[in-house]
């Protein structure tokens, strides 16, 4: 009884496949995208203008899948013609982490690896899926002929990608730096709470130097390093994969941000969620309250007058916390709403990684029209002094960050 509909299937995809080279003029999208090259031993130059990446409408076709809305945007944007290779990896990883998540409670893949005790470099201790997760998304990612320096939550500092016998992958034209937490979230997946992947997408630039303070580093070590050390200004896209009641993702390269959903009867990702725009207010914030007392006066100061209506919207907030930061900004960028893990007296510098969590979804949340601070700085240009470097972060609709913003300035921080 399925042949029938899978041999309708494959003639779907392949007509679909067709179309993208028969699409509509294009229409071009607003990107608020700029970079410039970092070198780590000063402040950043100002930043030079990319060009603008042009989108038609087939981007903006629900439906459509996410292997083809690449080539869509490659075709149209020569330059970024390598990433819908880079994105396939990524796309095949999210798969697998997603079946490995579902099945975990089935195949045992659950608990601290190696039975408890082994830690990684931020001194947490690791889930046997935090090392299955980086492995899984290091091999997907070493394979597409694109990538040169790769950085992940699991990995201690940064990792050259290792010769496969092709030599595109150090053609200095092919070559883009990943930096990913494979497993965000994953204390939880125990108890079947939502987890997810986030990553970012940077240009790899050879010339980069470091300072003196890394001299202990292997040349190989320090190139590998200051490519990873860049603003979130600097990002060329960055995305997240969310593992829930579907498997969703999320990215963005530079135009707007765009929502895929899994369709597990063809193994496509299909455009679900096209040009995703959050409120500019609302009425949900997601902190762990928990550590309220311990926070900086004007944050604290802040939600208690969104809990009883007395903020500048009026509204009385509602509190909406999984404790997973994919979940969460996932949830604010489709229904409003303020995230954020401020410090506080124990994490003075905040307790998320600016490089791999705190850059790649202040990306997505500006490019949905949202905001993302410290309280007292934009996420998206705090330069990296180290590559697992922990920042304070609230993010989520305009006119309530800016309420945050206007406070630490209004308390003289």
Known sequence: RLIPFMKLAIYAALVTS????????????????????????????????RKTPVFDEVCETTGVTLTRFMIEVAMLNPELSELPSLFSGIETACKAISNMV??????????????????????????????????????????????????????????????????????????????FDPLDGSSNVDAGIPTGTIFGIFDHDEECVVNDKDEGLTEAEMVCLTNTLKPGTDLIASGYCLYSSSCFFVMTVGCGVYGFTLDESI?????THPNIKIPETSKIYSFNEANLPQWDEPMRETVEKWRIGEGKSGNSFSSRYIGSMVGDVHRTLLYGGVFGYPSDKKNVNGKLRLLYEGAPMSYLMEQAGGLSTTGTKRVMEILPDEVHQRVPIVMGSKQDVQEVVDAYSAAGF
């Open 102 to 179: 579902k099945r975990s409670q089935l195949t045992g893949d659950i608990g601290y690896a190696e039975g408890g005790g082994s830690i990684n470099v931020q001194g947490e201790e690791q889930k046997t899926l935090d090392i299955m997760t980086n492995d899984v998304l290091k091999r997907a990612l070493r394979f597409t002929g694109k990538l040169g320096v790769l950085a992940s939550e699991e990995e201690d500092t940064p990792v050259d990608v290792e010769p496969t016998g092709k030599e595109v992958m150090f053609d200095e034209t092919s070559k883009y730096v990943a930096v």
């Open 267 to 271: 193994g496509e990702f299909v455009l």
């Open 18 to 49: 067709v179309g993208a080279f028969m699409a509509p003029a294009p229409s071009t999208f607003i990107s608020r995208r700029t970079t410039s090259p970092i070198m780590a031993t000063a402040s950043p130059p100002a930043p030079a203008a």
